[in-house]
C-alpha cells in the first residue's frame, strides 16, 4: 500500500514547490508540503509532508511527519512518523508510531514512546540528552 493513498492528514494549506529554496524557522497550522530545499528549524502539531524531490536539513517538531524525500536532522513527531520507500531520515527519530516502507532510509536512532503524544516534547531537550550521551 501507499503512503500517498494512506494519508490521512487533510487538505495541504501551502507547497513549497520544486526548485524553492527557504530558510529560518518554518511554523504552520494545517498540513504543508515541502517539494524543494528548506534548511533550519520546523514547528507544528499538525502534519508535514516532505515530498519526493525534497531536501531538508532541520530539526523537527511536528504531530505527524511523512518522508518521502531526503531529511537531515532529529524528529520529534508526537502522533506518527510514515517513511515512503523514496524517503531517507539522518537523524534521530523519537516518536509514538513509525511505518517504514521496504526500501525507506533511516540513519539514527529510533525512540518510541507510547505517552509521546501525550506530553510536549521540548526539542532543546532533545539535543541536551543526546549531547550528553556517552558515543558507543
Given at each position: 500500500?501507499?503512503?500517498?493513498?494512506?494519508?490521512?492528514?487533510?487538505?495541504?494549506?501551502?507547497?513549497?514547490?520544486?526548485?524553492?529554496?527557504?530558510?529560518?524557522?518554518?511554523?504552520?497550522?494545517?498540513?504543508?508540503r515541502?517539494?524543494?530545499?528548506?534548511?533550519?528549524?520546523?514547528?507544528?502539531?499538525?502534519?508535514?509532508?516532505?515530498?519526493?524531490?525534497?531536501?531538508?536539513?532541520?530539526?523537527?517538531?511536528?504531530?505527524?511527519?511523512?518522508?518521502?524525500?531526503?531529511?537531515?536532522?532529529?524528529?520529534?513527531?508526537?502522533?506518527?512518523?510514515?517513511?515512503?520507500?523514496?524517503?531517507?531520515?539522518?537523524?534521530?527519530?523519537?516518536?509514538?508510531s513509525?511505518?517504514?516502507?521496504?526500501?525507506?532510509?533511516?540513519?539514527?536512532?529510533?525512540?518510541?514512546?507510547?505517552?509521546?503524544?501525550?506530553?510536549?516534547?521540548?526539542?532543546?531537550?532533545?539535543?541536551?540528552?543526546?549531547?550528553?550521551k556517552?558515543?558507543?
Open positions: 500500500m501507499s503512503i500517498k493513498n494512506n494519508i490521512s492528514h487533510g487538505p495541504i494549506r501551502a507547497f513549497l514547490g520544486e526548485g524553492t529554496e527557504f530558510e529560518g524557522l518554518l511554523s504552520f497550522e494545517g498540513t504543508v515541502v517539494d524543494g530545499s528548506f534548511k533550519g528549524e520546523i514547528q507544528t502539531e499538525n502534519c508535514l509532508i516532505v515530498g519526493e524531490t525534497a531536501v531538508i536539513q532541520a530539526e523537527v517538531n511536528v504531530g505527524n511527519l511523512i518522508v518521502m524525500g531526503k531529511l537531515i536532522g532529529n524528529v520529534v513527531a508526537t502522533q506518527k512518523v510514515e517513511v515512503s520507500a523514496s524517503g531517507h531520515v539522518k537523524g534521530d527519530l523519537h516518536t509514538p513509525l511505518i517504514i516502507q521496504e526500501g525507506a532510509l533511516i540513519d539514527g536512532n529510533i525512540h518510541m514512546d507510547k505517552n509521546a503524544g501525550k506530553k510536549v516534547v521540548n526539542l532543546q531537550e532533545v539535543r541536551s540528552e543526546s549531547a550528553a556517552p558515543a558507543n
